[in-house]
């Protein structure tokens, strides 16, 4: 039974141009299945015309206004786009994109901030259901490419950027604050205990 069912899945060398390789890595022996993948096939064709990687699309990372004058330009570095996927891979959680990239007209100035790297698709804010904005900035500071990395208490996301910086700026959000991070103000927003709890077994 095995056998035949080897040949019969077996895949034909000549007609595997379309999605060859988001089939072969959905294989049986896969071992991230995606239920979406199997449940709406006649959706792939304009999946994949709008992914950008294995698990994100354009769409994901488009929160520009509708009507704007930046509608034809929708701008996402792919650099950041895959630190996210890593940071998935990593923590083995779907990633939410809650928002990505806009322009100055599309939105309101925020408190505290020089310059929004929204504007320029090199940020994104994320959020991980199950897991904390605390957790989720600590996971992301092991990436040495997030050169911008924020808490937003007030709506429940990180915020992270891979803007072209030698130093990393940090900071959190909170009761419609933007405080910087330093060495002296760290421990106020971000708990050591957790941060052990994150470097040792996760599950103890
Ligand atoms: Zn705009
Ligand atoms: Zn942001």
């Not at 959905?26 to 999946?47: I, T």
């Not at 320029?120 to 911008?148: N, Q, W």
Request: hydrophobic share 25%.
């Amino acid at each position: 039974m095995s056998s035949e069912n080897k040949k019969n899945t077996a895949k034909p060398p000549h007609r595997t141009d379309r999605n060859s390789s988001q089939k072969s890595r959905s294989g049986p022996n896969s071992h991230h299945r995606s239920p979406h993948r199997k449940r709406s096939r006649q959706r792939n064709s304009r999946w994949n015309r709008h992914r950008i990687s294995e698990h994100f699309t354009k769409r994901d990372f488009d929160s520009r206004e509708k009507g704007c004058a930046c509608s034809s330009s929708l701008r996402i570095s792919l650099g950041l786009v895959g630190v996210i996927e890593a940071i998935r891979a990593k923590i083995n959680k779907r990633v939410e994109i809650v928002t990505g990239f806009y322009c100055s007209d599309c939105r309101p100035r925020q408190y505290g901030i020089k310059r929004d790297y929204h504007h320029t698709g090199v940020a994104a804010d994320i959020r991980v259901t199950d897991m904390s904005v605390v957790d989720l900035f600590l996971e992301a500071e092991t990436y040495p490419e997030i050169k911008g990395l924020g808490i937003n208490f007030d709506d429940n996301h990180v915020h992270i950027d891979t803007r072209k910086e030698d130093e990393r700026q940090s900071w959190v959000e909170i009761n419609n604050e933007w405080i910087l991070l330093t060495d002296e103000n760290r421990s106020q927003y971000i708990s050591t205990v957790d941060q052990q709890h994150v470097n040792s077994a996760p599950d103890s």
